[in-house]
Nanobody, 118 residues
Framework: QVILEESGGGLVQAGASLRLSCAASGRTFSSSNMAWFRQAPGKERELVSAILWSGGYREYADFAKGRFTISRDNDRNTGYLQMDSLQPEDTAVYYC???????????WGQGTQVTVSS
């Protein structure tokens, strides 16, 4: 059984930073691609960023470029999303996901709430 557990969300003011973590167990994290998605109230879930299993390739949504950084530590079975210059429109539940094939996400965490006040 694969378990993904996100942490690091919270309530912050505009301009602040947060670092989300995704701890994985039950599967070889180091061989899995990983991504962060988010879902705001009344909106569809959208891709924030994705990273190849090796860390050698990263992809970002336009809104995340220059502000968010995805990374991973395969020795710790943990992925990260560093979010800087947060804005109220970044308010959403953030989910991590992993998969063995690029862009085919097989397992999901339960999400962590990020709320940015103006």
């Amino acid at each position: 059984q694969v378990i993904l557990e996100e942490s690091g969300g919270g309530l912050v003011q505009a301009g602040a930073s947060l670092r989300l973590s995704c701890a994985a167990s039950g599967r070889t994290f180091s061989s899995s691609n990983m991504a962060w998605f988010r879902q705001a109230p009344g909106k569809e879930r959208e891709l924030v960023s994705a990273i190849l299993w090796s860390g050698g390739y990263r992809e970002y949504a336009d809104f995340a470029k220059g502000r968010f950084t995805i990374s991973r530590d395969n020795d710790r079975n943990t992925g990260y999303l560093q979010m800087d210059s947060l804005q109220p429109e970044d308010t959403a539940v953030y989910y991590c996901t992993i998969g063995s094939i690029w862009k085919r996400w097989e397992y999901w965490g339960q999400g962590t709430q990020v709320t940015v006040s103006s």
